[in-house]
């Protein structure tokens, strides 16, 4: 059994933690046929499958060498944005994955924001039914993140965006680097830290 510091079951009882939901929590996830959603490897190899195979060498290499972020940039260039959207469309959404045991544990925690990059909508999709609908969720581009932070609402933030718009969510390095150079750690970041 895990011992947990008193100090972090008093935050956590205070709703003061913000959880942070990442892939593992969805492999946690079935469909009704007992399929899993697909880890990043896995995921990658069956978009190997639908790009041109000239690019298949440079991208199962870059798989071998874990470089799974410039992978999906050549996977991304290869599909082109219509492809792309309806392959992650496919793997993401379409399954209609279950909420797992572990989703029900997490959200008992009560925590007042919930922190994701998955693009996926499991762990959303069963709190807010849960909840009756109160919870809400932001995106990372969303105008009003830092208003729903300073709110006492329930929230799901998806820092990596969602399957709802493929175009929009960061997956790829190019993706990362374009948020990194234009997201909150730059201008926006001295507001998030006093919201936060």
């Known amino acids: 059994m895990i011992k947990w510091p008193d100090d972090l079951i008093s935050d956590i009882a205070r709703r003061k933690v913000v959880l942070f939901l990442g892939a593992g929590i969805s492999l946690n996830s079935k469909t009704k046929a007992g399929h899993r959603p697909k880890n ?23 798989l071998k060498e874990r470089d799974y972020l410039t992978a999906c940039d050549i996977v991304k260039r290869e599909l082109g944005p219509d492809k792309y959207a309806t392959f992650f469309t496919k793997e993401f959404l379409e399954p209609q994955f279950e909420a797992a045991v572990i989703h029900e544990l997490i959200f008992g925690l009560d925590s007042r924001i919930v922190a994701t990059p998955n693009i996926d909508k499991i762990y959303e999709t069963f709190a807010n039914h849960k909840a009756k609908g109160s919870i809400k969720t932001k995106h990372f581009y969303d105008e009003d993140v830092a208003d729903a932070i300073r709110r006492s609402n329930r929230l799901v933030l998806k820092v990596h965006g969602t399957i709802d718009s493929p175009a929009k969510m960061i997956f790829t390095r190019s993706e990362y680097a374009a948020a990194r ?10 507001r998030m830290a006093r919201v936060l």
């Open 40 to 62: 990043w490897l896995q995921l990658l190899e069956e978009a190997v499958t639908q790009i041109p195979n000239k690019s298949k060498p440079v991208v199962k290499r870059l």
């Open 181 to 190: 150079a234009n997201g909150i750690s730059a201008a926006d970041g001295p």
